[in-house]
């Protein structure tokens, strides 16, 4: 493992002292609401490919314990800091992230793959935890992973595979990988070629092909009340996340292989004709290695929302549930459906309309894993909830907070 590093005593390890990135707002409806400076040490740098930062607090505010932030979509190291890393060094955590080596385009190089995520967090975890050693003098009492979409994937696939290096988990909204399942390559397709027919982007589709495009569109696993965030997922997600990740699972298809364009947006024809029922072999063949087995080795605690327009419930948390239901983990694992949830919090602020907030829930969730590990005290069963009050009665949680704090603390991009 080739290692390269910067290492510097902080007197603020929150972005309250180091600035919020890009990347980490644009994932959150609130920022939690933490007024108390954490110091610490920071060390950023590079663990192999990967850009890693590893945040140890001081000796007094340590709570022994460790917790590794697995990173959404193609984002970079600071892309928790809100959802997670703050809160997390509030309470005391060493907190360890990465980059999983693919940050932004780098999986449209084909000599690049997501199969490199998991020696990636292998040795995160084995850097994180020398360095805490070194620091405090003690190994963590416990070591947890938590992580949301890509990141929940990640959670997933490490207690499936390197359970031995964990305690628990918590995952958000993770991409679920199955040959033998629907995944992103079966519904964005669908997504990408049926929404403008469905919103008469054309101007000459008759009703009952309008009709029959929404239908599809729910098929897929969409749910008609997230109907007002299509149009903004459709900008923001799907046309890329086809393109990004079709070139990964089928790079012999030619349209993958094209350069962007922006006249996908308005015009994704050429994407949105992808075959996927014709080309399974070839999917099949790419998503093995990355496979997710459902085998977990130790206690993880799924949130999801049930509106999510990205990673649709159906076909990734509930068939996920099952996996690890059919592997016979199945008592050591709580999915949690969250009424009225979608993927990306941040998106929110633009529109709410019903749904609220999954953060809040994610937070909880790690608290719950923590009372089950270290207490013994079994976490929520398994079911929909409502209302975070529903949830988590009793837990004093900081991503119930302000949205307008962030605005205070905002531009300060010291990591930039």
């Known amino acids: 493992m080739d290692v390269t590093h910067n290492t510097k005593e902080v007197l603020d390890l929150t972005t309250r002292g180091c600035g919020v990135h890009a990347d980490a707002d ?48 193609t984002r970079n190291e600071y892309s928790l800091d809100l959802l997670l890393s703050d809160i997390a060094l509030y309470r ?24 490199e995520w998991e020696q990636v967090h292998v040795d995160l975890v084995d850097f994180a935890t020398r360095l805490t050693k070194e620091k405090y003098q003690s190994s963590p009492t416990q070591t947890y992973i938590s992580g949301l979409s890509n990141g929940g994937f990640v959670t997933r696939f490490m207690l499936e595979r390197h359970h031995d290096l964990f305690d628990g988990g918590v995952e958000w909204e993770g991409v679920l990988w199955r040959a033998d399942h629907r995944h992103l390559l079966t519904t964005l397709p669908i997504y990408v070629a049926n929404y403008p027919i469905y919103r008469n982007w054309r101007g000459d589709w008759t009703q009952w092909e309008r009709s029959a495009a929404y239908e599809k569109l729910l098929d897929a696993g969409l749910h008609p009340a997230s109907e007002f965030q299509w149009h903004r997922y459709f900008l923001t997600y799907w046309v890329v996340s ?175």
């Open 26 to 73: 644009a994932l959150v409806y609130r920022t939690p609401s933490i007024h108390t400076a954490v110091p610490g040490t920071l060390w950023q740098g590079k663990i192999g490919r990967a850009n890693a930062l590893v945040r140890l607090p001081s000796e007094q505010h340590w709570n022994g314990k460790l917790l590794i932030g697995a990173t959404p979509a």
């Open 92 to 115: 005391g955590y060493a907190y360890a992230a990465c980059d999983k080596a693919t940050p932004g385009l780098t999986l449209r190089d084909l000599s690049r793959t997501m199969e």
């Open 242 to 416: 086809l393109w990004l990740y079709g070139i990964q699972m089928d790079p012999d298809w030619e349209p993958f292989q094209r350069p962007w364009s922006n006249e996908w947006l308005s015009h994704p024809e050429s994407l949105a004709d992808y075959p996927w029922q014709e080309r399974l072999d070839q999917l099949t063949a790419h998503i093995a290695p990355i496979q997710n087995s459902g085998k977990i080795g130790k206690p993880l605690l799924s949130v999801a929302g049930n509106e999510d327009c990205l990673i649709p419930y159906r076909y990734h948390a509930e068939a996920y549930a099952q996996l690890v239901k059919n592997a016979g983990a199945g008592s050591i694992h709580r999915s949690y459906e969250i009424a009225n949830g979608n993927h990306v919090d941040g998106l929110l602020r633009i529109e709410k309309g019903g749904q609220q907030p999954v953060q809040p829930f994610y937070e909880a969730a790690l608290q719950h894993l923590e009372k089950w590990v270290e207490n013994g005290i079994d976490p929520p069963q398994s079911q929909c909830y409502q209302s975070i009050h529903e949830f988590a009665p009793d837990f004093q949680l900081f991503s119930i907070g302000n949205r307008d704090v962030l605005d205070s603390v905002q531009k300060k991009l010291f990591y930039l």
